[in-house]
T-cell receptor, first 114, second 110 residues
Framework: GAGVSQTPSNKVTEKGKYVELRCDPI?????LYWYRQSLGQGPEFLIY????????DSGLPNDRFFAVRPEGSVSTLKIQRTERGDSAVYLC????????????FGPGTRLTVL | QKEVEQNSGPLSVPEGAIASLNCTYS??????FFWYRQYSGKSPELIMS????GDKEDGRFTAQLNKASQYVSLLIRDSQPSDSATYLC??????????FGKGTRLSVIA
């Protein structure tokens, strides 16, 4: 079946702009995770959802970052007033449920803030 | 101390040799352990998971876990140039997000 998809694959924006990154998880997966990966680093947890609610948002670096999952499927990560330090690959993953550990990753969105 | 530590490498091995990748973790409550492979410019791909002490084999891959020493490793037998990638170690406590190491870059020389 279809894997996790993310759009756009690349996003270039200017400092101070607002961006939205979208994630479409594997059908039937109730848990959805957002990670951020900088060059030479492993993925860093941002937020995860179980269904529509954010189960843990402790990884969001500051209040410029926000994520929603209104219908329990597609999720959008929103970044306000982007800064150059936000440049990274944003990865989305999903798993069948929180009780299942295996997470499957999407291809990521490469965000570049000029 | 970082929660999950890996030698960043690069680790270079000749084709056909055994590649040994190591990972240590700090949280004794960690329950699940994963190895992901990541090719340059691609997303992580799960190759092995292990939950209990000992060895787990899957084809050319063997994961080894020692909870007392807080150590998990990945052995790749008969290494191929196509195994050249970054290998990420990740741990969690069940219903929690994964905590990743920085990854070890493996280069298999033909």
């Amino acid at each position: 079946g279809a894997g996790v998809s993310q759009t756009p694959s690349n996003k270039v924006t200017e400092k101070g702009k607002y961006v939205e990154l979208r994630c479409d998880p594997i059908s039937g997966h109730t848990a959805l995770y957002w990670y951020r990966q900088s060059l030479g680093q492993g993925p860093e947890f941002l937020i995860y959802f179980q269904g529509t609610g954010a189960a843990d948002d402790s990884g969001l670096p500051n209040d410029r970052f926000f994520a929603v999952r209104p219908e329990g499927s597609v999720s959008t990560l929103k970044i306000q007033r982007t800064e150059r330090g936000d440049s990274a690959v944003y990865l989305c993953a999903s798993s069948f449920s929180l009780a299942t550990d295996t997470q499957y990753f999407g291809p990521g969105t490469r965000l570049t803030v000029l | 101390q970082k929660e999950v530590e890996q030698n960043s490498g690069p680790l270079s091995v000749p084709e056909g040799a055994i590649a040994s990748l190591n990972c240590t973790y700090s949280d004794r409550g960690s329950q699940s352990f994963f190895w992901y492979r990541q090719y340059s410019g691609k997303s992580p791909e799960l190759i092995m998971s292990i939950y209990s002490n000992g060895d787990k084999e899957d084809g050319r891959f063997t994961a080894q876990l020692n909870k007392a020493s807080q150590y998990v490793s990945l052995l790749i037998r008969d290494s191929q140039p196509s195994d050249s990638a970054t290998y990420l170690c990740a741990v969690n406590k069940g219903n929690t997000p994964l905590v990743f190491g920085k990854g070890t870059r493996l280069s298999v020389i033909a």
